[in-house]
Antibody, heavy 128, light 111 residues
Framework: QVQLQESGPGLVKPSETLSLTCTVSGGSISSYYWSWIRQPPGKGLEWIGYIYYSGSTNYNPSLKSRVTISVDTSKNQFSLKLSSVTAADTAVYYC??????????????????????WGQGTLVTVSS | QSVLTQPPSVSAAPGQKVTISCSGSSSNIGNNYVSWYQQLPGTAPKLLIYDNNKRPSGIPDRFSGSKSGTSATLGITGLQTGDEADYYCGTWDSSLSAGPVFGGGTKLTVL
């Protein structure tokens, strides 16, 4: 059974960079896309971005200028960095697995649109 | 403001059936599969339905999904108190902001 666990500081100061890591266990990080999703207190879900194990990324345009997602296959981990944070970035941050479709004709892998395994989430508060 | 529109809340009695709607457009639901997630209080979302109407292993057949045009519906039969949760629809949006999108969520109360 695949399990995901987020880790990182629960408090970040305004204008600084939020950094989180997701550790994947019970399965390999290879051959899948992996995503970050956040949920402000009392609000809905917002997709932040995803990364393929090879390193290719796609980010939510509304956050693209501040987001970097990276992967470390040797540690079965992927990470999120969100720069210049404000109080509006206070949220529970989830990491999740994205099922992948391999196109035999093109040899390319594409992320499907849903998230089948989620971490438990970690609350990050932006405050001085 | 969410890309997909869901009712803020629905309610029904134990044992009854409830449906939750999710409305979108041709750039998302109209041309892509829909998924549904259940978020119990204080927990992470859990995949309930994918590819419009498929259930992952372990999800009871009390939960069903359907899609028509630019709208989708989650159905829950034989309601239990343990079904009280927030439910979110999701899909891919092919517009300029291409990527996964979610509805605003619907709070289900089992009276």
């Amino acid at each position: 059974q695949v399990q995901l666990q987020e880790s990182g500081p629960g408090l970040v100061k305004p204008s600084e960079t939020l950094s989180l890591t997701c550790t994947v266990s019970g399965g390999s990080i290879s051959s899948y896309y992996w995503s970050w999703i956040r949920q402000p207190p009392g609000k809905g879900l917002e997709w932040i971005g995803y990364i393929y194990y090879s390193g290719s990324t796609n980010y939510n345009p509304s956050l693209k200028s501040r987001v970097t997602i990276s992967v470390d296959t040797s540690k079965n981990q992927f990470s999120l960095k969100l720069s210049s944070v404000t109080a509006a970035d206070t949220a529970v941050y989830y990491c999740a697995r994205v099922p992948t479709h391999y196109d035999i004709l093109t040899g390319l892998s594409h992320p499907l649109y849903y998230f089948d395994y989620w971490g438990q989430g970690t609350l990050v508060t932006v405050s001085s | 403001q969410s890309v997909l529109t869901q009712p803020p809340s629905v309610s029904a009695a134990p044992g009854q059936k409830v449906t939750i709607s999710c409305s979108g457009s041709s750039s998302n639901i109209g041309n892509n599969y829909v998924s549904w997630y259940q978020q119990l209080p204080g927990t992470a979302p859990k995949l309930l339905i994918y590819d419009n109407n498929k259930r992952p292993s372990g999800i009871p057949d009390r939960f069903s999904g359907s899609k028509s045009g630019t709208s989708a519906t989650l159905g829950i039969t034989g309601l239990q108190t343990g079904d009280e949760a927030d439910y979110y629809c999701g899909t891919w949006d092919s517009s300029l902001s291409a990527g996964p999108v979610f509805g605003g969520g619907t709070k289900l109360t089992v009276l």
